[in-house]
Nanobody, 115 residues
Framework: QVPLVESGGGLVQPGGSLRLSCAAS????????MAWYRQAPGKQRESVAT???????NYADSVKGRFTISRDNAKNTLYLQMNSLKPEDTAVYYC?????????WGQGTQVTVYT
């Protein structure tokens, strides 16, 4: 069973943009709080942005003004638009869903920002 599937990662130059997508099943996505996390090599996984089922959004200070999280409830898909990318944004980005007492994780998608 693969509850969450990320896509859209890749190689990008500093200042560039990427759009990540997370496809979920309807049973998971509906009324769930969705989030993007990231983990750089040798570092702990950290929260990037969250969005509740009613659209309330929070961002990590490091990405405010550059990243935009959104969700399409009709398509059961979560997005992360990443602009003005910096080398420190390099990490594996993970889709996360929390619904009641259950937490789901995707396999991650690699984002590499290089000169």
């Amino acid at each position: 069973q693969v509850p969450l599937v990320e896509s859209g990662g890749g190689l990008v130059q500093p200042g560039g943009s990427l759009r990540l997508s997370c496809a979920a099943s309807g049973s998971i996505f509906n009324r769930a709080t969705m989030a993007w996390y990231r983990q750089a090599p040798g570092k702990q996984r950290e929260s990037v942005a969250t969005i509740t089922s009613d659209g309330s959004i929070n961002y990590a200070d490091s990405v405010k003004g550059r990243f935009t999280i959104s969700r399409d409830n009709a398509k059961n898909t979560l997005y992360l638009q990443m602009n003005s990318l910096k080398p420190e944004d390099t990490a594996v980005y993970y889709c996360n869903a929390v619904k009641s007492w259950t937490t789901y994780w995707g396999q991650g998608t690699q984002v590499t920002v290089y000169t």
